[in-house]
């Protein structure tokens, strides 16, 4: 089973950026459309970007224009941009495959307040 390992959240003001990091234990990750999710308190998970494996990208309409998914193959890591953070950006961030079929990771807490 693939384990995931997110890193890079913190607390930021508005305006802010921070860079999250998801590493995969697998070398199936280069074979996966990977994606990060967000999940604020008392609210469902909310897929935020997505990346497939030839790098095409997609993003919720809440964070286009701000946030940027990249990976890296050759690390198994898939990465999340965030720039121009607002309050409402404030969740735990996840990542996983598209369709969210490996086994959840810790997630990695963004907090964003002045």
């Known amino acids: 089973q693939v384990q995931l390992v997110e890193s890079g959240g913190g607390l930021v003001q508005p305006g802010g950026s921070l860079r999250l990091s998801c590493a995969a234990s697998g070398s199936i990750f280069r074979f996966a459309s990977m994606a990060w999710y967000r999940q604020a308190p008392g609210k469902q998970r909310e897929l935020v970007a997505r990346?497939?494996?030839?790098?095409?990208?997609n993003y919720a309409d809440s964070v286009k224009g701000r946030f940027t998914i990249s990976r890296d193959n050759t690390k198994n890591t898939v990465y999340l941009q965030m720039n121009s953070l607002k309050p409402e950006d404030t969740a735990v961030y996840y990542c996983?495959?598209?369709?969210?079929?490996?086994?959840w990771g810790q997630g990695t807490q963004v907090s964003v307040s002045s």
């Open positions: 990346i497939d494996i030839v790098s095409s990208t």
């Open positions: 996983n495959t598209g369709d969210g079929r490996w086994s």
